[in-house]
């Protein structure tokens, strides 16, 4: 895995859907005659078919049927919502937009459920929504990252608009389209400098070497998004072959399958599935993925609808692959990545390595409202193999091992020197990366020590700083540095290293 | 102010409404035809008047209207709202309760209005409403406190159920009707004592000096509850009187009045008007006490309703008292209490002593809807005098004093020995107790440094503990009730000493 690339394809490709994590395993199934499940990806306008094992069926009537059959009962019950709107209407002390008391109504109905995964999508969220599942976005086609407080470029993606305008990795962005991004949180800056295909964005460069500033136009285009990473590594003369899925999108299985038959062109001798930190995302796209490693005969998921009723998904799969396999996932994989972990070991035998899954045992379906809003309701449990529900749970891994501490430190921001004495959060922070970087601080609960001076002055002398034992700006910004160059070192990634370890064990 | 009296009283007052703080200014206006503002208390069933200066109507037949007129137009606009509950009750993954759907859609119209204190209030939350603004309440009538984890009887009120069954200071309930209250937090034990006017509550009793637990039966009736409490102070030779009102309920105003004019027959030289922690109630109640210091001529107070209308109220007043006044206030003072230390402020020009107040500028109505249930709906801004909203940023005091530290401690609870070099909130909490002791803890941020052990081995001697420089359950429940009787202590509480200084000072 690379932590680098997930953090920042992270947030280039979910920067517009922010805080959804695991909220995206959503597909339309329609219940025929024959009691047969078929599936449907659910975007209303192009109802594109993601079906697996039978054909797909446009299922909008149903839910009009819905509506005619219930309508007459309502009128009574819900008049008790008219009259609450036409007193807030008329008597609250400011003025009221209709349309934000409709949505909140519904939105409050949904809040009843109790269930996050249950939403109301305007217009605009939908798209946003649509966005999250398709394989592509509009903006410049470029990895960035916070360095010392500066939205950097890390690397333009190959053939992208950023690449032939000339953006270079390191070149510092200082301002977008006039507006300084100074102090602008790199989420924020992100959505700046994406928009809609065929506008023009001007970014500000800081390019490092380049005395005056550079001033470079860029054309936006779609962008496609990359949700498969491929590589190979050796392990005591075996060959093992890595899958990374950071999401399950439109494009999604079709990119693991072609990546996997070229691994396995490379008589690869076992295969890691990493996906840790993927939120999930389309339904199908787990379904294909497993349809290559779940054999026929063991139904590899189970749905459950509000009447109890199961419905068992089987793969059409001969028989097993010939090398070992074992799935990566941590507290980050939920949803479509829990199906895939859930069936690789309980219907495949498969390792887990890693930490316990997020735990969303649920289906979303986005049910057009025709305005072009939706309820994005959980319309069915999914259940593993075995049948168990693993919603707040998650999934255990076989094999439990953690990453080190020091991967999940927060940014250092020093306003005022940290010094002996003092007790805070930000010396806990401080003293876990000199902890992950091999110097011992005495303890990390944020009071600054004799033992954590020491330390610091051990780590500004091996780092050619004024050796002073206390943390200013410039010997907070070369730990933040130090630790996220030991982060970006894939020999660090202890939960990797097991996988592979697990890998070639038997 | 007897600190002690107001945290029980707020706790037998307050407990079947906590967590509505300073949302109980709840009046009906109506609008007549000369443009006269008449008031009338909000309860639905028995229309009590509290009318100002004014005569009072019923207003239930303006909302019939209001009703009957947007109706029509609400048809086209809401079918989204129908459509959205048809969906959730056909689609959602579990059944769904009607009611509790439509009460979410009520309240979620509400969530978009961004005001705390615009809520939905089904048929209980009314009745706890009521009881809120009411001057009574249902139970055995006694003050009670929480005395090293035991819920303990501080003195029963005169006259009442608990006096009469033989109830003394010191008791501690044991259980409540056969059930062990034993680690249940004072909240919830109150609330099982208090019950209907009629019925009788069984309390075990462990009575000190007595070797076997008591069981006493008391027969609950309906407790008139004290608002308003009285007093007088010699300050250099001269007589203060101290009025202090905890909240603005249906008799606080007669009850100010009439223990007032006791004040003034006592020849008092100077009046302290202590509000600190009151959370507000009936606009009526700040109006009628008002009306005994503010001149004719100033108005004491506006509203401001939804279309920018504003309405000044001025009382019948003819000249303010001839001795001093100052009002005592601090962070809890809301609503009502924030009307009345305006109205001294600007309009009487009388002093604030204490804190900045809590910033309430709103005032609510319970529209009923007809099935018992109302909408708590805010429908009029007040403004002081002078025309300020002191929504969210409330009055400043012209005299600024806090209180010390250690008033605003937490309980002490010992899982763990507290030692040093340790580092935690709860040895911030202990070090801001021993601060306010008169020990020099050294620091005051959680960490346990020798000079805290120090001040902790110095509480223990002059405590008869055994000397040890940490702290187990023993030392921290001995901290707890010396903090507590430092704390009652008058003495210490240095907003009504200084209100005291400031009210002879001129």
């Not at 999604?252 to 691994?263: H, R, S």
């Amino acid at each position: 895995m690379n932590l680098k690339r997930r953090y920042l394809a992270a947030l280039l490709v979910f920067s517009m859907i922010l805080g959804g994590v695991a909220t995206y395993t959503a597909v339309q199934f329609i219940q025929t005659g024959t009691g047969q499940a078929q599936t449907q990806s659910n975007q209303e306008e192009s109802n594109k078919q993601a079906s697996t094992d039978g054909e797909a069926q446009s299922g909008d009537e149903s839910i009009g049927d819905v509506l005619d059959g219930l309508k007459e009962n309502n009128d009574g019950e819900l008049s008790k919502i008219d009259k609450a709107y036409s007193l807030i209407q008329e008597k609250y002390v400011k003025d009221t937009e209709s349309k934000e008391l409709i949505e909140g109504a519904i939105q409050g109905m949904l809040d009843t459920l109790e269930d996050p995964y249950s939403t109301y999508m305007d217009k605009e969220t939908m798209e946003q929504f649509n966005n999250s599942i398709s394989s592509s976005f509009e903006g410049i086609g470029t990895e960035v990252s916070m360095v010392d407080g500066r939205v950097t470029i890390v690397s333009p993606f190959k053939g992208s608009p950023a690449e032939e305008a000339g953006l270079k990795p390191k070149d510092q962005i200082v301002s977008v389209d006039g507006e300084s991004i100074e102090g602008m949180d790199l989420y924020d800056a992100v959505l700046k400098i994406r928009g809609e295909k065929g506008t023009t964005v001007s970014l500000e460069i800081d390019r490092p070497g380049v005395e005056e500033n550079l001033t470079i136009d860029v054309k936006r285009d779609t962008i496609p998004i990359e949700t498969v990473y491929s590589e190979t590594k050796e392990v005591n003369g075996k060959k093992a072959g890595v899958l990374e899925v950071t999401s399950f999108s439109e494009n999604t299985a079709a990119d693991f399958n072609k990546k996997l038959k070229e691994l396995e062109s490379k008589n690869i001798d076992g295969l890691v599935i990493d996906v840790r930190g993927n939120p999930g995302g389309l339904f199908t796209a787990a379904q294909d993925i497993l349809e290559n490693f779940i054999p026929k005969g063991t139904p590899y998921v189970q749905i459950e609808n509000s009447d109890g009723e199961k419905k068992r998904y089987v793969s059409n799969l001969e028989e097993k692959k010939g090398y070992p396999i074992v799935v990566l996932m941590d507290e980050g994989s939920a949803s479509a990545s829990e199906i895939l972990a859930g069936a690789m070991k309980e219907a495949g035998d498969y390792e887990l390595v890693g930490t316990n899954s997020f735990g969303k045992g649920t289906v979303q379906q986005a049910l057009p409202m025709g305005d072009g809003s939706n309820l994005k309701l959980t319309i069915y449990k999914w259940l593993t193999p075995d049948g168990n529900w693993i919603h707040e749970e998650g999934i255990k891994p076989t094999v439990k091992v953690e990453l080190p501490e020091f991967y999940y430190t927060n940014p250092v921001q020093i306003d005022k020197t940290l010094e002996y004495d003092m007790n805070n959060d930000k010396i806990a922070n401080v003293q876990k990366m000199l902890e992950g970087l091999g110097y011992d601080p005495g303890r990390k609960d944020g009071y600054f020590s004799k033992e954590t001076q020491a330390a610091v002055k051990q780590f500004q002398k091996e780092n050619d700083l004024k050796v002073t034992g206390t943390i200013n700006e410039d010997t907070g910004n070369k730990l933040q540095s130090s630790v996220v160059t030991k982060v970006q070192n894939k020999e660090n990634d202890t939960q990797m290293q097991k996988a592979l370890d697990v890998l070639f064990s038997k």
